[in-house]
């Protein structure tokens, strides 16, 4: 079976244009030559921490960017090759959920009005009786009455925005959603909500996901691979229940030490990553992450790593990861005087009404 999307070397470099004449100065390697898939039906979560290019690739894929090199292939159609007129039309099969629930949508038009609006574009609706409907039926896959059509934006919740964002991707009846990081502004409980109505909606339709996000806790729960991306480069991919079990690489293992376990009384050895990420003007030779990674050797320095499969799937961006020790697990509860131990570390400074006010 053919993907539903193919990219292949795709990058994305912006100049960095200084001085009075904008000189080009250099350029920020926000996506540097990665390579994925993503199967009909599919969830692809891209992780990675704040500045990592993954929000770049979403946009890269919906060319809302044009790349500086690489290809995107969608249903077997090389979407690069396509004019700005043909992308238009070919953008009703592929769609978009933005991050910010409430500078996505258009506080001066209506529900019925923002919802429609698509219909209208793309001949899906011939008339305003068969827009209400389509408008309603949107209104009530997402949880929402149809008598929300009147309401504006700002009547909403920010969970109610999300559900109207996702309501607008819906309209159109797309094979592709693009979720850039689509919950990340929500409460947790509000999350859960609209994590399982994307899953039931992609149950009903078929829909496939790229679904963007820095939360390993959150992804879990609805994407079937992850890819892993550190400063422009994917570093590891796998299915889900394949990385949470078996990290590989350095950067994945300190990623899923820092997911919070449900059991409080439960604890795992720590990973930390010490230093900020390097900037994406000025990368660092040979692998990226070899700055911040304590199983750093010579030849990380100087040679960039293939990201290679072991042929079930998971590939991963370390020739040494074999060498590794096995990734930290969830241990033994620790002992009250250790926990002493570690309380005796944490103290608190507490404030006044009085002092705050100074």
Excluded at 310 to 338: K, M, R
Aim: proline share 6%.
């Amino acid at each position: 079976m053919s993907a539903l999307l193919e990219v292949q070397g795709l990058a994305k470099h912006f100049p960095v244009k200084r001085g009075a004449f904008g000189f080009v100065s250099g350029h920020v390697q926000a996506v540097d030559g990665i390579d994925f898939h993503l199967n009909a039906g599919e969830t692809l979560a891209i992780v990675g921490e704040s500045g990592c290019g993954k929000s770049t690739v979403g946009r890269l894929v919906l060319r809302l960017l044009e790349p500086t090199a690489g290809s995107v292939r969608f249903e077997g159609e090389d979407l690069l090759a396509l004019s700005e007129s043909q992308m238009r039309a070919r953008r009703q099969r592929m769609q978009v959920i933005f991050q910010d629930p409430y500078a996505s949508l258009n506080p001066r038009m209506t529900v019925g009005a923002m919802l429609g609006e698509p219909l209208m574009l793309h001949g899906l609706a011939k008339s305003e009786a068969a827009r209400r409907a389509r408008v309603g039926e949107l209104l009530d896959l997402v949880g929402l009455r149809p008598d929300h059509a009147r309401r504006y934006p700002h009547e909403f919740s920010g969970g109610q925005r999300q559900r109207l964002a996702i309501a607008r991707a819906l309209a159109v009846e797309p094979k592709l959603i693009v979720a850039d990081e689509p919950v990340s502004a929500l409460d947790v409980s509000i999350q859960a909500q609209v994590i399982n109505l994307m899953r039931s909606l992609q149950d009903r339709f078929g829909l496939a996901y790229v679904f963007i996000s820095h939360d390993l806790a959150v992804v879990k729960h609805i994407a079937d691979r992850i890819a892993v991306m550190y400063l422009g480069k994917i570093v590891e991919t796998a299915t889900t229940d394949e990385l949470f079990r078996s990290p590989r690489h350095p950067y994945t293992r300190a990623l899923l030490a820092a997911v919070p376990l449900p059991d409080p009384t439960a604890t795992r050895e720590r990973t930390l990553l010490e230093g900020d990420i390097p900037s994406a003007m000025n990368p660092p030779a040979g692998c990226r992450f070899h700055t911040r990674c304590r199983f750093v050797k010579e030849f990380c320095r100087r040679d960039v790593p293939e990201l290679a499969d072991d042929g079930s799937g998971h590939s991963t961006a370390c020739p040494w990861w074999l060498e590794f020790p096995p990734a930290s697990s969830i241990v033994e509860a620790a002992s009250q005087d250790q926990d002493r131990i570690r309380l005796a570390r944490l103290q608190a400074a507490f404030v006044t009404a009085q002092t705050e006010a100074t």
